[in-house]
């Protein structure tokens, strides 16, 4: 098995900060990583330049851009993400909207030179989604279906964000996974997702779920038991702070707007093992799971949103760069990662 390193744009800084994709790509490449996951934001960040800004013509144009830039670093862009907000939508004036911008985006993958979209689970007020999975799973379907058209086809994994509305634990996305049945059409597993909803409580006192450990030991047991690892499409991984104070009305991180859960992860998540910065999440034994017991290898990609990401110090890239290396080279210690050149570490750079 061969493990490869990769890191999302948006985990090296946020365009709303003035951090360039130019210089993220340097730091990632710079840092040892092969692969990036190309936040939509980045792109259509380069169209702010271009004559009639965010048309599609010219996001095609940037997503050519990108792939050169990429290739010009030896990276590999291993998907586009986020596609968010699609399944069950009840308005289905708007759903033929969505399906309008999959073909954009099947076109922007083609011209990436990747062959992935990532779509996470949507958290829209209840109202605007279904709860008939019947119809959640014909949406698949229908995208899945979009992909399939082109050569080579194009992929699609599923993510539970763990404040999903309907589609909020991993066991929830995989049984849509399996009943749309199409081969391009798969499961990406976040360590983050799957700890922040079975293990971590951001209003709890304790930060916890109340069975945490033993929650964790039955899904990692029925992990390893149902999912087929060929239809693991994506493996992300993050951490996350330990907040000093539950993210109550009173805490800083507050929003009500947004569930506990996704302002915590918009502001706290942490690369993997990131002791020194409060991460409590049992990431190690849910990757640990993924890649010894259920046999995973492919990439590894950094997800990681944080506040610090919105600092405009032109430093913050680098910063992030070098902490997402040490954290690959603990994965590789404490996970058994077979790296292609076992004896090849990461090189922090100062």
């Known amino acids: 098995m061969v493990h490869l390193p990769s890191i999302c744009t948006i985990s090296l800084g946020r365009c709303a900060a003035g951090h360039t994709l130019d210089h993220k790509l340097d730091?990632?490449?710079k840092h040892g990583f092969r692969g990036i996951e190309l936040f939509y934001e980045d792109l259509v960040e380069l169209t702010k330049s271009m004559?009639?800004?965010k048309t599609p013509e010219n996001q095609l144009s940037a997503a050519t851009t990108i792939r050169q830039m990429c290739q010009k670093r030896g990276l590999s862009i291993i998907c586009l993400q986020p596609f968010m907000h699609y399944e069950g939508l009840v308005d289905r004036a708007l759903h033929q909207q969505r399906i309008q911008e999959m073909h954009l985006w099947v076109k922007l993958a083609r011209n990436l030179g990747t062959d992935l979209i990532l779509l996470p689970s949507s958290n829209l007020d209840p109202e605007h989604i279904t709860e008939d999975m019947?119809?959640?799973v014909a949406d698949m379907r229908e995208v899945a279906d979009i992909g399939a058209q082109v050569q080579p086809p194009i992929r699609y994994a599923f993510e539970a964000l763990c404040w999903g509305t309907r589609v909020d634990t991993w066991e929830a996305s995989w049984d849509v996974v399996r009943?749309?049945?199409r081969s391009n059409f798969g499961i990406c597993l976040d360590s983050f997702n799957i700890a922040g909803r079975i293990y971590a409580d951001p209003t709890s006192p304790s930060r916890c779920t109340p069975d945490c450990d033993?929650?964790?030991v039955r899904s990692m047991a029925r992990l390893v038991l149902d999912v087929d690892v060929t239809k693991l499409f994506l493996?992300?991984?993050a951490d996350a702070e330990k907040l000093s104070e539950p993210l109550t009305p009173t805490h800083e991180f507050y929003n009500p707007e947004q569930p506990a859960r996704m302002s915590w992860s918009r502001n706290a998540r942490l690369f993997y093992g990131e002791s020194e910065y409060g991460a409590y999440l049992p990431a190690r034994a849910i990757l640990s799971t993924i890649v010894r017991d259920l046999k995973y290898e492919g990439w590894l990609s950094f997800e990681v949103f944080n506040r610090e990401f919105f600092n405009p110090d032109a430093?913050?890239?680098l910063k992030m760069a070098n902490r997402a290396s040490r954290s690959w080279n603990k994965m590789v210690t404490e996970l058994g990662l077979n790296t292609e050149q076992t004896s090849e570490r990461m090189q922090p750079m100062l």
């Open 27 to 29: 730091m990632a490449a």
């Open 51 to 53: 004559n009639g800004g």
């Open 134 to 136: 019947d119809v959640i």
């Open 179 to 181: 009943r749309v049945d």
């Open 214 to 216: 033993e929650a964790v």
């Open 235 to 237: 493996l992300q991984v």
């Open 315 to 317: 430093r913050v890239p």
